[in-house]
């Protein structure tokens, strides 16, 4: 075995690759919050919030993982013995499921088969069977299959009712075209650790107006993810605010700004294009049946140890894809395409995978999944 | 088109990629350099240069680009009037000549077709014509032609006489296998942004005992690149030091260590072999008759500009690799394979060289270059 440099490819749903000069703009002396000078870089960030999330609302930013704005969508509108439909199709749909139990919320879950989608029929006849239902709870792009949600369509179906549309667009964001005002989402839900480019450690949430209200009137326990004081202290933090993540944040929103949204939505379905074709060409299947431009969810072909597989490229060739959850594990693969990656990314990722493949003995053409990434490339003159 | 995240992958022979943790170590605080403090960290990386030339000798440090040491070289062991033997064969040939002329050294020429290495067989022949030939000057490898010349079949040659053997390593240290003591080198060269991962502005100059000794004897005009001063002070600098660059070196030759000098010598050679097989695959042609592991020249196929197609790949796709240098502008590219570099830069290269010749019209078979790279991965199992 000849020795290589190992130098890390991270091709994974979040967390998703950092640029340098976000990862230095993270690097910069510490100063204190309560300046104006700090102020002056945290309006920045949040005017830019805005635009990533096609809002003209406030996107308030919490120091936390994304599960903690997670977790401040529910507790901020929901009060126990409310009731809300929760889509499940996957391990962050069963998030929602659990924070709405937990804070004592009577759920009507829509399970839906992991790798399918939910359709905006399905939510209609849940509605009409409980209509007294508060909120609809949604994943964007539920990572564990790689399943984009039509989150547009639910919005219409919600239209003229007063039943609120939370959604999850943690690893969404940015890898799938969204659109918070035209598209009438309640709650959005992002984090920092995916298209932002950022490292783990903020999470956004962002409400409409009539969202808003509802925030002003619940009476619920919370204090830390209590976002009547994030709305009071804007464009301040209520706490101290993850200062050195907020210089990265700046500096993302500048990037992102100057990209321009579409682009940053079309470089991800460039991507996702990519590899699917590549994957395909090497005789896989993929697992999603709505995939989405965060990931490309792929079965693990008949006796191959996808846990191995996922690993041996991980540790040998540090080329870190994702592998299956909860009873997925060893099942499927999952190569993303979200935040700081480039086309070269997706060639080393299908160039490592069809390598693996061959070493742990499925018949592969080497090449091959590379050829067909290389011909969308191509036709789209990148 | 679409848009694309640019990143940068640097093929080039020099500046080759530098990993974050040597970029990082010379992010460290500047420390005063007369002080015990730095003096270790010096001392350290010192120490680390001798197993990388494979030598018990010292290795000095001299704060400039790589052809400060040639000039060191030049300027300490040749008096004007003393006739030397050079070989040219390349750009950096012509560099030892130009330097020996501005010394007022009398040059016996050995002039080698651009892409051809010398023979020892030729080296004989010349210093039989000029028996009063003081030292012989070569080229371990010769960056603008990637050809790689066989120093230890010259140092042969010159055993049993006072024929001092002088090599410029800038590209080659690390990249090819080099015993400066066991090939009884007199005198070799090297530069921090090579296979030593680092950026540009250390140069290195190790010499054997009897060239130390006509050093110590040469009353030439020199000052910076008096070599005395850097034996008087030796481990210590005659003047300000590169601080943060050393520091730099001293992490480097730690990682190098780690890695083992066979191993470091080894990964170059995996890649360049995976290389050639990629371009071969692809219909082109190598350029040098004795291709070394630094870099591959490549011959730029009938009716492709060659510089637009360089030009391309990096302004576009963030991939550099090198041009020709001189006559050879436009009708070669190098790819390198030098420093921290892994087999997926590879694989980049040549996705994207076949991506490019396919834009601009020539007849490729679109991943044919990366499945031939692969199989030379999986062969040798990496």
């Given at each position: ?69 997670m977790?401040a ?14 889509v ?56 564990s ?8 369509a ?5 239209e ?9 667009a943690?690893?969404?964001?940015l890898?799938?075209?969204?659109k ?17 480019m ?19 009137a ?19 933090s ?25 682009n ?27 995939p989405?431009?965060v ?46 990656m480039?086309?070269?990314?997706t ?10 493949l ?12 590379v ?12």
């Open positions: 075995m000849a020795k290589i440099v190992r130098k890390n490819y991270l091709l994974t749903p979040g967390p998703a690759p950092v640029p340098t000069e976000i990862l230095l703009a993270g690097a910069q002396e510490t100063i204190h919050h309560r300046t104006p000078q700090y102020l002056e870089i945290q309006k920045k960030a949040l005017e830019g919030l805005k635009y990533l999330f096609q809002t003209e609302n406030r996107v308030f930013t919490l120091l936390s993982s994304g599960t903690g704005a977790e969508a529910v507790a901020n509108i929901m009060s126990p013995g409310d009731e809300a439909i929760v499940v199709g996957g391990k962050f749909g069963e998030r929602w499921r659990d924070i709405c139990k937990a804070y004592g919320v009577v759920v009507h879950e829509i399970a839906i088969e992991w790798g399918a989608a939910v359709t905006p029929e399905q939510i209609k006849e849940k509605l009409e069977e409980y209509p007294n239902t508060k909120a609809v709870f949604t994943t964007l792009s539920e990572t299959t790689g399943v984009v949600t039509d989150v547009e639910i919005s219409k179906i919600l003229g009712t007063n039943v609120l549309h939370v959604t999850d943690i690893s969404g964001l890898a799938q075209p969204l918070m005002d035209e598209w009438k989402l309640d709650v959005v839900v992002a984090g920092s650790q995916k298209g932002l950022m490292p783990p450690g903020l999470a956004f949430i962002a409400l409409s107006e009539r969202a808003l209200e509802v925030v002003r619940s009476t619920n326990h919370r204090y830390y993810f209590d976002l009547r004081a994030y709305d009071k202290s804007y464009p301040d209520p706490y101290t605010p993850g200062i050195n993540l907020v210089y990265q944040l700046a500096r993302a929103v500048e990037m992102l700004y100057e990209e321009g949204i579409e940053v939505w079309e470089r991800h379905r460039l991507l996702a294009d990519a590899t699917r074709a590549g994957v395909k060409a090497l005789g896989l299947e993929l697992f999603a049946k709505r989405g431009n990931l490309t969810a792929v079965k693990i072909p008949e006796g191959i140890d996808g846990k191995k597989l996922v690993g041996y490229m991980r540790n040998e060739w540090g080329v870190t894809i994702a592998g299956g959850q909860a009873h997925l594990k060893g099942k499927i693969m999952r190569i993303a395409h979200l935040g700081w480039s086309p070269f990314d060639i080393t990722a299908l160039s490592a995978l069809e390598m693996a061959d070493k742990f003995g499925y018949k592969v053409e080497l090449g091959a999944g050829k067909a990434a290389e011909e969308v490339f191509r036709r789209e003159d990148i």
